[in-house]
């Protein structure tokens, strides 16, 4: 089945010559051209490209192998270029792994393990009652009035 590459295209950087054409493949799809394309109008229609962060008007064309959003900013108009291409090679690609033969069979349900609660402790017994100052004398030995006058 073939593998096809939805990449897309924008301006980077603003201004004059700063401006840098980017490219950068956005998903891969497996299956026929169709699904691939029908995958890159979905992500099209959606994208969020950098410039401009306000859009003021959205358009989405669509040509032979992709679309073009057209994005009006507020001094100027923007683009991005989809396009569906297929993926002939890749240096990086992960083995693909071996189909099963025969169907797994479906793990059983474990039921999760029971939760363990910690023993209630009993609240403290209540401290007997007792006057905040019960340890303060009437009158401070510092204020001299110990002694009789």
């Known amino acids: 089945m073939p593998r096809w590459g939805l990449l897309v295209e924008q ?4 201004g004059g010559q700063r401006r ?7 998903e891969r799809v497996d299956g026929t051209r169709e699904e691939a394309l029908e995958v ?8 969020e ?3 401009p962060a306000s859009p003021k008007r ?3 064309y669509q040509e032979r192998d992709g679309f073009v959003l057209v994005l009006d900013g507020a001094w100027q108009s923007f683009h991005c270029r989809f396009t569906v291409m297929e993926e002939l090679y890749d240096s990086a690609a992960p083995e693909p792994e071996p189909e099963p033969r025969t169907a797994p069979e479906p ?18 017994p ?24």
């Open 11 to 14: 301006n980077l950087g603003l």
């Open 20 to 26: 840098v054409w980017s490219s950068a493949v956005m």
């Open 40 to 47: 890159l109008r979905q992500r099209a229609e959606v994208y």
């Open 49 to 51: 490209p950098v410039h």
């Open 58 to 60: 959205r358009r989405l």
């Open 107 to 124: 793990e059983p349900v474990q039921p999760p393990p029971p939760v363990r609660r910690r023993p209630v402790r009993p609240p403290p």
């Open 126 to 149: 209540p401290e007997p009652e007792r006057a905040w100052d019960a340890d303060v004398p009437e009158v401070p030995s510092w204020l001299n009035r110990d002694r009789p006058s």
